[in-house]
């Protein structure tokens, strides 16, 4: 995924997101589907078990879960697009059902952190509303929408990243954070876009249609056509209804998934790029902590070595220094050394006496030796050396 490779452009995120946009819509479209038709399920039960009841306290209790099981399912479609387009960012597939299984258990964390969130957002608006000053009110307001805007990838996070709701919340602020400027630069440009496509239809409007519908183009007109719009509808036939609102959901639901798509892009491309920097300190981290305990266990050989070898300069150093500094020491030590030298030189004459008697006993046996040796051997025969 080109995502992975660092930081992109805000052009290249835009271009990015609109091609993956186009890649996941027929995907979105079957999603759109199987939930038609999972909702009009539901309803024919509700309706069916109503019918068989046939009571108004029935009716109550039977039609009151639909409502909330309707929202739950909006929240699952809403997330299950953002793991369609996660899952086309890394370019793998993913099917409709696929998704929408994926989509279940990230919902229900989904609305408990849309809870906490809520809590806090009504805490500060009450006390905004406190200050009795419309000026302070608006500004309040205002640096609480910039404050709550790290909260933007919440939903990104639970499906993506398969965290908890607090997690998510956590990730998602510290994330935000670190890359606010981003996320608002992102955000003008995203609505820059929207403003000039509107520009761009309108002043194509003006351009190509007739001189007498240019009244409805002007701000006038605009309202005029608010009002003249359904009544003119009502004159189309059915067909025609049933095409024009196909078109505009489509048209809507396509706007939709590319804005997912920007904020699902963004946030794959921040979560990349931290990642990546985590896990370079990481690897720095390692490295290091290699190098010190290869340092480490090289240590006591160097030391063992440095310690077998001794020169006469450090004898003589070492020497004088004890002296200086452990006279006392010095001086008994060498008291003790000249009380052992008397015995030891009278050993030393015992021992040359000994020694000098036991070379003379070598001697004498070293020649009574060489005498049997000479005594045994066979006496040989001289013959004359007279001529015969």
Known sequence: MELRNGPVSTFTLFWYSLKV??????????????????????????????????????????????????????FVFMLAIIRILGARFEKAGISAYESFRDAVVPSIYFIISSIILGIIVTAVSFGISLLNSPTLSVIGLVAMGLAMLPFCFIQQVLVLRSEGPISALRYSWELGTRHYLRIIFTSVCLLLLFVLVILAVFCALKAFLPQQYALYLTPHGISLLFIL??????????????????????????????????????FLNLDYSERTSESRELNAHAE??????????????????????????????????????????????ALEQEEDRMPTILFDDDMAKQLAENEEKMRQSKEAAAQHKEDNEPKTIKISDKPL
């Open 21 to 74: 946009a186009n890649q996941a819509f027929g995907t979105v479209l079957a999603l759109c589907l199987m939930m038609v038709l999972f909702v009009l399920l539901l309803v024919g039960i509700f309706f069916g078990i109503s019918t068989l009841i046939n009571s108004p306290l029935g009716l109550r209790a039977i039609s009151l879960p639909l409502p909330i099981i309707n929202g739950f399912l909006q």
């Open 288 to 333: 290091a902590a290699a190098k010190a305990e290869k340092a480490a266990s090289v240590m006591p050989d160097v030391t063992i070595k440095q310690a077998s070898v001794h020169t006469d300069a450090d004898s003589d150093t070492t020497r004088h220094l004890d002296q200086v500094y452990s006279a006392q020491e010095h001086l008994a030590r």
């Open 229 to 266: 719009l359904p009544a003119l509808m009502m004159q189309l036939p059915t067909i025609y209804l049933v095409l024009i609102w196909l078109v505009l959901a489509m048209l809507m639901l396509y706007v939709f998934l590319f804005i997912q798509a920007i904020w699902t892009g963004l």
